[in-house]
């Protein structure tokens, strides 16, 4: 009787510690367990402006080179000009890009997540709290490129 005890307390705990890494393993795998970008890290925010998002979310990574700087903290619609803007949070020990930085939006992954990959330019006055990247290139949509695909080899056929 003791016995069966002792086993169904080890069993509990296996359970137990077993759920927590399921659970650790999600908050990695979602960027949730990141408090704001870097631990406790406020660094400071910029914006872009973007004709097409694709599927960039809240959250999604922010690189430069491959290495992580920051975050997507929002995605909002400009009612007058019908641009996405992208609020971003650069880790301030990410203080130097240049003010000519241009912002990207790419796919990593065989997933397809998406994410805004920043290329440094070359000005000396750097980026700061609350200022805008101008250069900009928005998410390929693979369905237009289909789409367009698709079109010239009808107009082709027709031609013929």
Do not use: C, W
């Amino acid at each position: 009787m003791m016995q069966q005890r002792k086993l169904e307390i080890a069993v509990g705990l296996f359970m137990v510690l077993g759920f927590a890494a399921l659970f650790f393993l999600a908050m990695r795998v979602s960027n949730l367990s990141s408090a704001g970008i870097f631990g406790g890290d406020k660094g400071y925010e910029i914006t872009a402006r973007f004709q097409n998002t694709g599927s960039l979310k809240g959250r999604s990574p922010v690189s430069v080179a491959g290495v992580r700087v920051g975050q997507v903290t929002e995605i909002v619609l400009d009612s007058k000009t019908f641009e996405a803007v992208v609020h971003m949070r650069i880790g301030s020990r990410f203080s130097t890009l240049p003010k000519d930085t241009s912002a990207s939006i790419l796919t990593s992954g065989l997933l397809g997540e998406q994410y805004v990959g920043l290329d440094p330019g070359g000005d000396s006055v750097l980026l700061k709290e609350g200022d805008e990247i101008r250069i900009t290139q928005s998410a390929l949509v693979l369905e237009r490129f289909i789409g367009q695909f698709l079109y010239n080899k009808a107009q082709e056929t027709e031609k013929k």
